[in-house]
């Protein structure tokens, strides 16, 4: 049985054919995937459907189409899932006259079940201690991320959806909150990041779920995605000071697609980069020339994201 | 605390933040000020028609329909214009739960203004000429009594669009002050009438002008608690029933 | 080593070789956005919902009477045209004073509340233009509403006429600078307040309600310290009384009668009031305008 990447192992989260549109605008085009234990990573370009996909999954957004279900149950339906479910969304959905540890204080009375951490624990988590008792109001954009993650995180929720989390912190509060968030994956829980910044997906999420124009354009690991997109062949540049005697002897050896001479480097196109890697350094002995260097150009998230857009 | 009840003084304070506090109080005095201007020398009988014509009337006509429209139309109007309503649904709570809450915090905020226009109106007549407390307990139950019912017709308004104050302001001088007036038939829907017949009716006081004006009302306060609090199911479904089906910002 | 040359690339950057307006038209973008933005024009149709249902509103008692005046035919006359006038503006007054608690926040709230003041600081706009310009607006916008109905009147009435419309017309040409007055005198009565009280406001839903809860308030109050109390020169506060001041105004230019107006149990002379209208209008531009130089 092939193992389909779009789906987790024991979901707690399926969407099964889910479609939504806005009169005449279809957001989410039958789209079917799962999340479970661990941080998956939501990409797509802007307007690609990643934030209307969370508002279904967490009830906000009714299914035009398909259905979602949340530890089994419809969310649209069922608010006692809520005990298990947190969602930090992208807008700014803070009580401005409230403080930091009111505002947290208030998402514990609303929850109806003893808290598993405390207010303190909680702002602790996300290094809010200092402004705690400062009106949100006067908070920055950062501040205000870290202080709904707060709110969302007092309750303990099993599955914590977090759309543009890092969105207006600084880098050392986005190291913090990455870190955060993964300790929360390897902890069992189901983590989604959603998040059209693709730096913060690949530190933050093994697995990526992409989404482009409302449907499902690709899901696994950065590299399983990559490796998957055999019609496009791989881009490496290397280092040699005999660029044009090894370009033509890897044309004679018929291994790449095409071969852009440089300085002091080639630029290859190819199928295979590991069969390449071991032929380049035979191949530079024979010729007697220097071999400084062998980089694969595109098996970064960004490529791997840009040529999902590009392809549509 | 539990969370029904963190709901609810969460959302009072939300109704009422100081400076909306104060100037909607001191919009309460007006109809005593009204009173205490229009009676200075005058007899007692005299002085309860200005009462029921300038003070009561200033109440009820303009006082109680302003603060309620206002302090409805934020109910779920401002969580949705500050995008919090997501916070608030996305708990173990029923919508119903939601709803009722929201309905219970604008009556209470909207009773707790309500108290100093009550009491200020009533105790200036009471103490000059030693009437009757029930003056200002049926100034007070008119004026929830209206409140109930203005809140019923615009928390739902209020969720719907942010106009409603406007549509709000629209309905009490076109609809109430206008078409009400002159079809008699239709005070069963206006809120500040069904206010002002419990007053009557629990105040024990009356002239050709309030009679005037509420024409074919009953004078019992319990018919009007009772309409009030069936207007108030309504609009707990009706509410109910946008909080499960529209989507939600 | 670092090589230390540099380029700069052309990114195909066209400078603007359009029409510069300057100033004056900057100022006349204000005035159009304004009115567009209070009838909700270049915007989704439910923006034009409210506007229009009081427009309409406005004009229904109108042609109302111009109806009764084709199947009566001489009602008009009977009654007296100017007197209907006069009735037509009386009941326009409460749409009217309506239409300014929806338009005046929605012309001054939003570019506060969105930040688009300092977009506009950075225009060749002072605040004084700013100020003026968004009053100019909302004037506009309230006497286009009040003139509406007059002028349905005024050519409706005109048909009824038994020698021809265009004789109509002409035959009642001198209502015109009467009809163009009071709208003026109305305008000043209900725009000032509003505009001064959407200038300091944070939300247009409480800017509507202060406005409507200060209007009514002033109508109560003036009528029971006019007729009802003894305090001295209590007379005077039927200046800032602007519903029923601008009615009495009305009457007073089309020259009927109330045996109920204010100014007359305050003994002010109409003429007194319409320039206490204007002065209130000076005066609210001021106020506003004190509170742009700082924000601008």
């Not at chain 1, 279809?26 to 990409?43: D, H, K, P």
């Not at chain 1, 300085?263 to 024979?286: F, H, Y």
């Not at chain 3, 309600?209 to 001295?232: K, N, T």
Request: net charge neutral.
């Amino acid at each position: 049985m092939t193992f389909d990447p779009a789906f987790a192992e024991n979901p707690t989260i399926e969407v099964a054919g889910a479609s939504k549109w806005f009169g005449q605008k279809v957001a989410v085009s039958n789209l079917s995937c799962s999340f479970g234990a661990g941080v998956t990573g939501l990409l797509g370009p802007n307007g690609a459907g990643k934030t209307t996909l969370l508002r279904m999954i967490t009830g906000l957004a009714s299914v035009s189409d398909g259905d979602v279900s949340v530890l089994g149950s419809n969310p649209r339906k069922d608010h006692r899932i809520y005990h298990h479910l947190s969602l930090v969304p992208d807008e700014d959905s803070v009580y401005k006259e409230m403080t930091g540890r009111q505002f947290i204080a208030y998402a514990t009375q609303l929850a109806a079940a003893p808290s598993a951490m405390s207010v303190d624990e909680a702002l602790e988590q996300v290094a809010m201690q200092d402004a705690a008792d400062r009106d949100i109001a006067g908070y920055s954009k950062g501040m205000r991320q870290r202080v709904k993650v707060a709110a969302a995180l007092v309750t303990d929720p099993q599955i914590l959806i977090l759309d543009e989390p890092l969105n207006g912190t600084d880098p050392l509060q986005r190291a913090h909150l990455i870190e955060l968030f993964q300790r929360l994956g390897d902890q069992g829980k189901t983590v989604i990041v959603s998040s059209h910044v693709l730096e913060e997906v690949e530190r933050v999420s093994s697995r990526v779920i992409a989404i482009v124009d409302g449907r499902l354009a690709a899901a696994g690991t950065v590299d399983a995605i990559r490796a998957a997109m055999r019609d496009i062949p791989f881009s490496v540049r290397i280092g040699t000071d005999s660029p044009r005697e090894l370009g033509a002897v890897l044309i004679a050896a018929g291994n790449v697609h095409s071969v852009e001479i440089e300085e002091k480097s080639l630029l290859i196109l190819t199928d295979d980069v590991s069969q390449l890697g071991r032929d380049v350094p035979r191949m530079t002995a024979t010729l007697g020339a220097r071999f400084t260097g062998f980089q694969p150009q595109d098996d970064s998230l960004e490529s791997v994201f840009r040529y999902l857009v590009e392809s549509r | 605390m539990t969370p029904v009840l963190a709901l609810l003084v969460a959302s009072i304070r939300q109704l009422l933040p100081l400076k909306r506090s104060l100037a909607l109080g001191a919009l309460q005095l007006v109809p005593a000020i009204v009173y205490l201007l229009a009676s200075s020398n005058r007899t007692a009988d005299a002085a309860l028609d200005v009462f029921l014509d300038g003070g009561v009337s200033t109440y009820f006509l303009l006082v109680i329909p302003i603060i309620s429209i206002v302090l409805s139309s934020s109910a779920l109007g401002v969580e949705r214009r500050d995008q919090t309503l997501s916070f608030i649904v996305l708990r173990p709570m029923r919508r119903t739960t939601i709803a009722i809450t929201k309905l219970v915090a604008t009556v209470v905020a909207a009773t707790a203004l309500h108290a100093i226009g009550s009491v200020a109106l009533g105790g200036a007549h009471m103490f000059r000429f030693d009437a009757d407390l029930d003056l200002i307990l049926g100034l007070l139950l008119g004026a929830v009594v209206a409140t109930i019912a203005y809140a019923s017709i615009f928390i739902p308004v209020g969720f719907l669009t942010d106009r409603a104050v406007i549509i709000g302001l629209a309905f009490l001088l076109i609809f109430e002050n206008g078409v009400v007036s002159a079809l008699s038939a239709l005070e069963t829907l206006s809120p500040w009438r069904l206010g002002a017949a419990a007053f009557a009716d629990m105040a024990g006081v009356s002239n050709d002008g309030l009679r005037e004006a509420v024409r074919s009302l009953a004078w019992d306060a319990g018919r009007s608690v009772v309409v009030v609090l069936a207007m108030a199911v309504v609009s707990v479904a009706i509410t109910t029933l946008m909080l499960n089906r529209r989507d939600l910002a | 080593m670092t090589d230390n040359t540099g380029a700069v690339y052309d990114l195909g950057y066209e400078p603007y070789e359009g029409d510069r307006r300057g100033r004056s038209g900057a100022r006349r973008t204000l005035v159009a956005d304004g009115v567009r933005k209070v009838l909700g024009f270049r915007r989704k149709a439910r923006r034009k919902i409210m506007p229009f249902t009081l427009v309409g509103i406005a004009v229904i008692p109108t042609i109302v009477a111009v109806g009764v005046g084709f199947i009566v035919p001489g009602a008009a006359a009977d009654s007296g045209l100017s007197t209907l006038n006069a009735d037509m503006f009386v009941l326009g007054g409460t749409m009217a004073m309506l239409f300014t608690a929806l338009a005046a926040p929605e012309l001054l709230v939003p570019d506060r509340s969105d930040g688009v003041l300092s977009m506009l600081s950075s225009r060749p706009l002072t605040p004084l233009d700013y100020v003026a310009s968004r009053f100019a607006a909302i004037i506009a916008v309230v006497a286009g509403f009040l003139l509406l109905p007059q002028l349905v009147l005024y050519i409706g009435q005109a048909g009824t006429d038994p020698d021809g419309i265009v004789n109509g017309i002409v035959e009642h040409a001198d209502n015109l600078p009467r009809i163009v007055l009071a709208t003026f005198g109305y305008a000043m009565a209900f725009v000032p307040i509003g505009f001064v009280i959407a200038g300091y406001s944070k939300r247009k839903a409480i800017a509507s309600s202060i406005y409507i809860a200060v209007m009514l308030g002033l109508s109560i109050l003036g009528d029971v310290i006019v007729h009802q109390s003894d305090i001295p020169g209590g007379r005077w506060i039927a200046l800032i009384v602007p519903l029923t001041t601008s009615n009495d105004v009305a009457r007073w230019i089309f020259g009927s009668t109330d045996p109920e107006s204010l100014l007359d149990a305050a003994g002010i002379d109409p003429a007194v009031a319409l320039l206490a209208l204007v002065l209130m209008g000076v005066a609210s531009m001021a106020l506003v305008l004190h509170r742009y130089r700082r924000l601008m």
